[in-house]
């Protein structure tokens, strides 16, 4: 696989503390949004979705929370552990059909 | 990635070549995607597919042009090769089209000199 040296914020936690990684996202029409998680040398993978008629989505060890009022988006690891180590994209939809557009990304670094 | 492969993994070419990146999938999704990623800017939107023979432009377009002439098959071609298309290119699949699930390739790092 491939990566590329993105010169992103970094996010450094502790393993097993929580991690808070946010996002704030620029079309006030967009309805659906993603975070996305890409290891070393891999394509992005997807973690979570929400869509803008809730503000709250939980999965495994995740938490996705939306404030549409000041178009924010965050992304909550539980226990964060050194395999979560990695960089995460959200990403903004708009509309049937809209493509997604990806936000600039943040590297969590879990320190053992 | 299971169910979708890009090939080449690796390539350096000269400017001014052409250039044709595959990607591949084995689970008959209608929708594809080539984007590419860099330094600064993410991943960027090049060209999609809604189904075989009808693509549309995203929003880097310029110098990219593509292909679907079967399903599991969309091929990305950069005309003329030029230094700023140096970059890692990533295909992805969906088979909704509304970014639900979007699934990745592993990417190809392409170099042009």
């Known amino acids: 696989g491939e990566s590329v040296g993105l010169h992103l914020p970094t996010l450094s936690v502790q393993e097993g503390d929580n991690s808070i990684i946010n996002c704030a996202y620029s079309n006030s029409a967009s309805d659906y949004f993603i975070w996305y998680k890409q290891e070393s040398g891999k394509g992005p993978q997807f973690i979570i979705d929400?869509?803008?008629?809730?503000d709250k989505r939980q999965g495994q060890r995740v938490t996705v929370l939306l404030n549409k009022t000041v178009k924010h988006l965050s992304l909550q690891i539980a226990a964060t552990q050194p395999g979560d180590s990695a960089v995460y994209f959200c990403?903004?939809?708009?509309?049937?059909?809209?493509?997604?557009?990806f936000g600039q990304g943040t590297e969590l670094s879990v320190k053992p | 990635d299971a169910g979708i492969t890009q090939s080449p993994r690796h390539k350096v070419t000269e400017t001014g070549t052409p250039v044709t990146l595959r990607c591949h999938q084995t689970?008959?999704?209608?929708?594809m995607y080539w984007y590419r990623q860099d330094p600064g800017h993410g991943l960027r939107l090049i060209h999609y597919?809604?189904?075989?023979?009808?693509?549309d432009k995203g929003e880097v377009s310029d110098g990219y042009s593509v292909s679907r002439s079967k399903t599991e098959d969309f091929l990305l071609t950069l005309e003329s090769a030029t230094s700023s298309q140096t970059s890692v290119y990533f295909c992805?699949?969906?088979?909704?089209?509304?970014?639900?699930?979007?699934?990745f390739g592993s990417g190809t790092r392409l170099t042009v000199v």
């Open positions: 992805a699949i969906s088979e909704r089209g509304q970014g639900d699930g979007y699934t």
């Open positions: 689970e008959n999704h209608r929708y």
């Open positions: 597919s809604y189904g075989v023979k009808d693509t």
């Open positions: 929400i869509r803008s008629n809730m």
């Open positions: 990403a903004e939809k708009s509309g049937q059909g809209g493509k997604l557009i």
